[in-house]
């Protein structure tokens, strides 16, 4: 299992693509988790082929999160994909979702290619994957993930402020990743994430590795140095990769 940071970026990062994140399993089957407006390009420069990846997951549907799947469907109808794709989201966010489908293929009616909506669920299995969703606090609904691979895990906060469904599913992975827009504390209704309360969950769930991401540009510093003395805490950015089976982090073009 191997993960591939796309981007980490907040909603308007002036240096950063749009949150979004690869996973790769050993088969080297392939999800995209989120897709906002900078993922296509970021995708193509990695030089993947147009059937690579097999499903699209949507923690929610602010625009910084989805709207980018106009752009990555049209570029795989141009050049004649092929392989069936599945799409999971939340059922009450699927018609903004399907919007931005219909504008891919415009002024045609079909795809080269068929589109499987599936309904994101508390608990479901994909191939060999066992996953897994909880609500974070955030102004749209939004739902964290946590994907179980075998004897490897990761967990994926997608927006918002964590919850204790959201806690409860991070507790025990071996990498995980939390939005982390501030620096300083904010209130507790805020519905983002803050560096302090990053930090507890760090050491209260004593976990090996947390990334923080989806951080506004101007924290970007200090945060690295507030970081520094934790060991297992960083700031994540664009183009991290990590290998479970080797157990280590990356930088490079391309995944081995």
């Known amino acids: 299992m191997k993960i591939d940071v796309i981007g980490c970026g907040s909603a308007f990062?002036?240096?950063q693509n749009t949150s979004a994140l690869r996973v790769i399993d050993d088969e080297n089957r392939q999800w995209l988790i989120d897709?906002?407006?900078?993922?296509?390009r970021a995708l193509w420069q990695r030089g993947g082929g147009i059937n690579d990846i097999d499903v699209l997951f949507f923690t929610h549907v602010h625009p910084d999160h989805c709207t980018g799947l106009t752009a990555l469907l049209n570029h795989w109808k141009s050049f004649s994909r092929q392989k069936p794709l599945i799409i999971y989201s939340q059922p009450g966010q699927r018609s903004v979702l399907m919007q931005?489908?219909?504008?891919?293929?415009?002024p045609e009616t079909s795809?080269?290619?068929?589109?499987?909506?599936?309904?994101?669920?508390?608990?479901?299995?994909?191939?060999h994957w066992q996953i897994r969703t909880a609500h974070t606090r955030h102004e749209m609904a939004n739902l964290a993930i946590r994907?179980?691979?075998?004897?490897?895990?990761?967990?994926?906060?997608?927006?918002?402020?964590?919850?204790?469904?959201?806690i409860a599913l991070?507790?025990?992975?071996?990498?995980?990743?939390?939005?982390?827009?501030?620096?300083?504390?904010?209130?507790d209704d805020a519905s983002h994430g803050d560096f302090p309360g990053c930090l507890k969950l760090f050491n209260d769930l004593a976990l090996p590795a947390l990334g923080l991401y989806h951080c506004n540009d101007a924290i970007l510093p200090a945060l690295k140095l507030a970081c520094r003395p934790h060991s297992g805490l960083f700031v994540s950015h664009d183009?991290?990769?990590?290998?479970?089976?080797?157990?280590?982090?990356?930088?490079?073009?391309h995944l081995p």
């Open 35 to 40: 897709c906002g407006p900078t993922v296509p």
């Open 13 to 15: 990062s002036r240096w």
């Open 100 to 106: 931005l489908a219909l504008l891919a293929n415009w």
């Open 111 to 127: 795809l080269c290619f068929a589109i499987e909506w599936r309904d994101c669920q508390p608990e479901f299995s994909w191939q």
């Open 170 to 187: 991070m507790a025990g992975a071996e990498l995980a990743f939390q939005e982390c827009a501030s620096l300083s504390e904010l209130a």
């Open 239 to 253: 183009g991290l990769q990590y290998d479970f089976r080797q157990q280590r982090f990356y930088t490079e073009d």
């Open 147 to 166: 994907i179980d691979i075998r004897e490897h895990s990761l967990f994926y906060s997608g927006d918002g402020r964590p919850t204790s469904e959201s």
